[in-house]
């Protein structure tokens, strides 16, 4: 059963390239899409930190420049801080990368802050090659399909297109042939 006090998080992230036109595009017409030159200029990169509640219809998405483990750390201090400080802990679902572990948060906070911090998570990592058991993970392919599969020069362009801040959802999906519903309750 749902449980406010201890939800499930699952949290993802992934690089995007910051690209912009290096000839101005020619605009839409009547039955005529945008057109564009294939050269671009490349504007450097920054990371995606989705976090998603599935059973609540939560998410987060927020753009970073680097991907560092006090970055990560200050997503997990935004995320137990701001948007859950009221849970007495958090499951967490992610990935086992280098950045993710408990460690990160002791090298960017005090440590009297940093175990507060720990205490509240209760990390589960996906198998190896099982990363798409992460609902965050599915989340990010959606929103790189329908959000970012085109030109962003900026990071505030990320934010522009749409980047579904704290927006809810209720969906169902079905991945190679097994259906997963999510639903409160």
């Given at each position: 059963a749902y449980d406010p006090?201890?939800?499930?998080?699952?949290m993802d992230e992934?690089?995007?390239q910051l690209l912009d036109h290096s000839r101005p595009p020619q605009t839409m017409k009547p039955g005529q899409v945008q057109r564009e030159d294939y050269e671009y200029v490349r504007k450097g990169s920054c990371r995606l930190f989705l976090f998603t509640e599935p059973l609540a219809g939560w998410r987060h998405v927020q753009a970073s420049e680097r991907r560092t483990k006090s970055d990560w750390a200050l997503q997990?201090?935004?995320l137990l801080?701001?948007?859950?400080?009221e849970a007495k802990r958090v499951r967490l679902v992610m990935d086992n990368l280098n950045t993710h572990t408990i460690s990160s948060l002791y090298e960017t906070f005090a440590p009297g802050?940093?175990?507060?911090?720990a205490k509240r998570l209760e990390i589960h990592y996906t198998?190896?090659?099982?990363?798409?058991?992460?609902?965050?993970e599915i989340e990010l392919s959606a929103l790189t399909i329908q959000c970012l599969n085109r030109r962003i020069a900026s990071i505030d362009g990320i934010a522009g297109r749409g980047v579904g801040l704290g927006k809810r959802t209720q969906w169902g999906s079905e991945i190679?042939?097994?259906?997963i519903y999510y639903r409160a309750g």
């Open positions: 006090e201890i939800p499930l998080i699952c992934q690089p995007v997990i201090q935004e801080e701001v948007h859950y400080p802050r940093a175990l507060a911090l198998p190896k090659h099982g990363s798409w058991l992460n609902i965050a190679r042939g097994l259906a």
